[in-house]
C-alpha cells in the first residue's frame, strides 16, 4: 500500500490549496480515506473523511464550510479542497487510507499559511 500526498505549499490568509493523495498497491475503491494534520508541538488531528463511494462525508467543527473532500475511484485518488486558509492552519497533512481494519498513511505535504 502505498499514499502520496501533493498540493502542499505557502499559501496566503484566506487564500485556497487543493491537495491530492494518490493511492497504489490496494483496491482504492475499497477503502475509506481521510485527511489528517499535525501542526509543529501538537497532536495529529482529523480534518476530514469520505467513505469508500463518496456518498457520505464528515469534517472536524473548525473546517466545515471551508473545506471539501472529494475523491475519483476512477484515479484512485482523493483530495482536499481548503478554501479561507486562516494561519493556524499551518500544518503537514496527511492522508489516511483504511482498509481491511488497517490504517496505511501518506508521508504528509507542508501547508504553510503566512503573509
Known amino acids: 500500500v502505498q499514499l502520496v500526498e501533493s498540493g502542499g505549499g505557502l499559501v496566503q490568509p484566506g487564500g485556497s490549496l487543493r491537495l491530492s493523495c494518490a493511492g497504489s498497491?490496494?483496491?482504492?475503491?475499497?477503502?475509506?480515506m481521510s485527511w489528517y494534520r499535525q501542526a509543529p508541538g501538537k497532536e495529529r488531528e482529523l480534518v476530514a473523511t469520505?467513505?469508500?463511494?463518496?456518498?457520505?462525508?464528515n469534517y472536524a467543527d473548525s473546517m466545515k464550510g471551508r473545506f471539501t473532500i472529494s475523491r475519483d475511484n476512477a484515479k484512485n485518488t482523493v483530495y482536499l479542497q481548503m478554501n479561507s486558509l486562516k494561519p493556524e492552519g499551518t500544518s503537514v497533512y496527511y492522508c489516511?487510507?483504511?482498509?481491511?481494519?488497517?490504517?496505511?498513511w501518506g508521508q504528509g505535504t507542508q501547508v504553510t499559511v503566512s503573509s
Open positions: 498497491g490496494f483496491t482504492f475503491s475499497g477503502a475509506d
Open positions: 489516511k487510507a483504511r482498509y481491511w481494519n488497517y490504517d496505511y
Open positions: 469520505i467513505t469508500m463511494t463518496g456518498d457520505t462525508t
